[in-house]
């Protein structure tokens, strides 16, 4: 199994510009999730995803959209970068809540994106 | 508010030292508490996950332990080695708060020769 694998790894984009990060599982998993780390901050949550069709808001949503039409895939979407999105994002998935004591979440390697 | 805090912030150990780090929290309700090691330029990985019930969980070189009354926890690594350099991050999932974990912003430990 690959687990999670995220794409691209490095990006710098242009203020106003848009991009899709995306995020692939091979374990069947039906939770998925998207993380922004900033520097000296604990990881955020963006979205999250409780199976395919279902996608809901974590606590910094504004300004990226999410989709989920295959238990596989997560991709995220930024339609107009602005410089306050500069971070590391991780996507990550586990098989059940990632909140029970009996599960653990899994994470990509992340994606460092730029915004200038 | 829900929280957790970790400290110290950063550390340096010779290779071979033993070393304690700690988590306060205060996410209330709670259900379990994760330590995870993350690798420069990588993503977290788990190293152990505690419930309420559980005082002592070893993994290897690393034992955490959980005092929920008190809300604190703390990972000890043992016998330190170069590989062991990483950021260790608490997290504690918030029950019913839409599959909400907090994480704690991590303690950077580097093990030096």
């Known amino acids: 199994n690959a687990g999670v694998t995220q794409t691209p790894k490095f990006r710098i984009l242009k203020i106003g510009q848009s991009m899709t990060l995306q995020c692939t599982q091979d374990m069947n998993h039906n939770y998925m999730y998207w993380y922004r780390q900033d520097p000296g901050m604990g990881l955020k949550l963006i979205y999250y995803s409780v199976g395919a069709g279902i996608t809901d808001k974590g606590e910094v949503p504004n300004g990226y959209n999410v989709s989920r039409s295959t238990t596989e895939d997560f991709p995220l979407r930024l339609e107009l970068a602005a410089p306050s999105q500069t971070s590391v994002y991780f996507c990550?998935?586990?098989?059940?809540?990632?909140?029970?004591?009996?599960?653990?979440?899994?994470f990509g390697q992340g994606t460092r994106l730029t915004v200038v | 508010k829900n929280q957790v805090e970790q400290s110290p912030q950063s550390l340096i150990i010779l290779e071979g030292k033993n070393c304690t780090l700690q988590?306060?929290?205060?996410?209330?309700?709670?259900?379990?508490l994760r330590w995870y090691k993350q690798d420069t330029g990588r993503g977290p990985v788990s190293l152990t996950i505690?419930?309420?019930?559980?005082n002592t969980k070893s993994n290897g070189r690393y034992t955490a332990t959980l005092d929920a009354d008190t809300k604190q926890s703390s990972l000890h690594i043992t016998a330190s080695q170069l590989s062991d350099s990483a950021s260790y991050i608490c997290?504690?999932?918030?029950?019913?708060?839409?599959?909400?974990?907090?994480f704690g912003t991590g303690t950077q430990l580097k093990v030096e020769l």
């Open positions: 505690m419930t309420f019930s559980e």
């Open positions: 988590c306060n929290y205060t996410v209330s309700p709670f259900s379990n």
């Open positions: 990550a998935s586990s098989y059940l809540s990632g909140q029970g004591p009996n599960t653990e979440a899994f």
């Open positions: 997290v504690v999932p918030m029950l019913g708060g839409g599959n909400k974990l907090t």
